[in-house]
C-alpha cells in the first residue's frame, strides 16, 4: 500500500506475521493469537516439547539463526520424548503443532531449556 501527499511518500510492507502462544493446551487455542514479527524477528519458530506423554506447543516470532540453531540441537528419542523446533516464514506459516496437548508445569521452563542447550552448543 501507497500512501502519498504533496511533500511526503510513505511505504508499507506487510511484514511477517505468526501464530504466538505460550501455554495453550491445544494447537487449536495457540492460534487464536497472532503477532506480527518487528525487526530482526524474521521467522516463525515453533516449538513442541514431549515427556513422559506430556505435550507443550510454544509459538513465538524469532531471529532465523537462533530458530535454525534451536532446530538444529532439539531431538526426541524413541520415546517421543523430547523438543522438536520447526521454523517458516511467511505469512502466519506456524499453523501446525499438535492436534491436541496437555499443559504440564515443566512448560514454564521449557524456553529455558532450550536457552540452555544453545548455549552450551557454543561454548
Known sequence: MMWSSSSTSISTVNAL???VCGSATTNQECNKSEQDCQA????CMTTVGTLGGFTAISKTCSNSKLCTSAAAIASVD???????V?????YLCNY??????TLHRWL?????????????QHT
Open 96 to 101: 501446525s503443532g499438535a492436534a491436541s496437548v
Open 17 to 19: 506475521k505468526c501464530y
Open 78 to 84: 524413541n520415546n517421543g520424548n523430547g523438543v522438536q
Open 40 to 43: 530482526p524477528l524474521d521467522t
Open 86 to 90: 520447526t521454523c517458516c516464514n511467511s
Open 108 to 120: 514454564l521452563v521449557l524456553p529455558l531449556l532450550l536457552i540452555t542447550l544453545l548455549f552450551r
